[in-house]
């Protein structure tokens, strides 16, 4: 298990950008695939975007594409969620998780077994 943080949501206007962070503990974070996902009131979590543990591997939900782009600094314990050209739409509970090695990716929630306890992000019109 390792445990999550994030940081960096927070209120912008529709058109402006915001950088979360994940710091994560422990030794194992490298060995880690990591996921970023959200919640918006009365929905389902769903996922937005994936990263494996040495980055070679990316992967968005369509509604993201081109917009968001995830990184991850293993020496620094820490993944991104890079957020761009914002829209209501994205206004949501940002989470990120930790999974371990799947050769099926990582879109499924059910693959991560350690969460972070989320950050708020509120895009307004």
């Known amino acids: 298990q390792v445990q999550l943080v994030e940081s960096g949501g927070g209120l912008v206007q529709a058109g402006g950008s915001l950088r979360l962070s994940c710091a994560a503990s422990?030794?194992?974070?490298?060995?880690?695939?990591m996921g970023w996902f959200r919640q918006a009131p009365g929905k389902e979590r769903e996922f937005v975007a994936c990263?494996?543990?040495?980055?070679?591997?990316?992967d968005y939900t369509d509604s993201v594409k081109g917009r968001f782009t995830i990184s991850r600094d293993n020496a620094e314990n820490t993944a991104y969620l890079q957020m761009n050209s914002l829209k209501p739409e994205d206004t949501a509970v940002y989470y990120c998780?930790?999974?371990?090695?799947?050769?099926?990716?990582?879109?499924?929630?059910?693959?991560?077994?350690?969460w972070g306890q989320g950050t708020q992000v509120t895009v307004s019109s």
């Open positions: 998780a930790a999974a371990r090695y799947s050769s099926s990716g990582y879109r499924d929630r059910s693959q991560y077994h350690s």
């Open positions: 422990g030794r194992t974070f490298s060995t880690y695939a």
């Open positions: 990263i494996s543990w040495s980055g070679g591997r990316i």
